[in-house]
């Protein structure tokens, strides 16, 4: 991934602070001669630095992992247009482009399968946790019956990928004067894309 210095960041605590905050990421793997891409929740464990995730059996991802692979994990926080109109230089001198900011996490490492069953119940049952966190009544993994909680989990797998690397591109108007950064995460709040707006302001 192209990132200039001024959009690149490392923090480890900023960056796993979002994949847990969102946790869907896209997993890419090259095999057999091809690319291959899966989109899965994801948990990040601090004591090991890993990534884990549950995938089906009937995912050729499941045979694909038998022997353990060096993968990409992209996880998409946020993105959204930038109009020019919302520069203040703009009506000056009208030198001014539309451009697109985001934020983006790459995780690179190697992924295994895990044929434990307890570690696969400690994978879903945080995740369901954390997920659940915010309903009324919190959904849990006791609420279902145990043979049909049993017969789901014969279904799938564990994975654990073992982060070698991880970085993130922040583009947030960095490049530009503080007026058109405040300017554009104003823009943001009014058109609902409160994540970016945020991390503009508080960066």
């Not at 899966?38 to 009937?58: G, W």
């Not at 058109?180 to 508080?202: G, I, R």
């Amino acid at each position: 991934m192209y990132i200039p210095k001024v959009f690149e960041e490392t923090r480890t605590e900023v960056l796993t602070e979002l994949i847990q905050k969102h946790a869907l990421g896209c997993l890419i793997l090259h095999t057999n001669g091809e690319l291959d891409a899966n989109h899965l929740p994801f948990e990040y464990d601090e004591k090991s630095h890993s990534l884990y995730a549950h995938i089906a059996k009937e995912n050729p991802l499941y045979t694909q992992l038998k022997q353990s692979q060096n993968v990409l994990v992209v996880f998409s926080i946020d993105h959204a247009y930038v109009s020019p109109n919302w520069y203040v230089g703009k009506f000056e001198h009208h030198k001014a482009v539309p451009t697109w900011n985001y934020v983006v996490i790459h995780a690179k490492g190697m992924a295994e399968l895990i044929e434990d069953e307890k570690v696969l119940r400690g994978i879903l049952a945080r995740l369901t946790r954390q997920h659940e966190s915010n309903q009324p009544k919190p959904w849990k993994m006791s609420d279902a019956p145990k043979d049909y909680i049993q017969n789901e989990l014969n279904k799938i797998a564990a994975i654990r990928i073992e982060i070698s690397s991880l970085v993130g591109k922040f583009k947030l108007s960095q490049n530009r004067d503080v007026i058109d950064q405040v300017n554009v995460a104003e823009a943001y709040k009014q058109n609902n894309k409160n994540v970016l707006a945020e991390m503009m302001l508080n960066k």
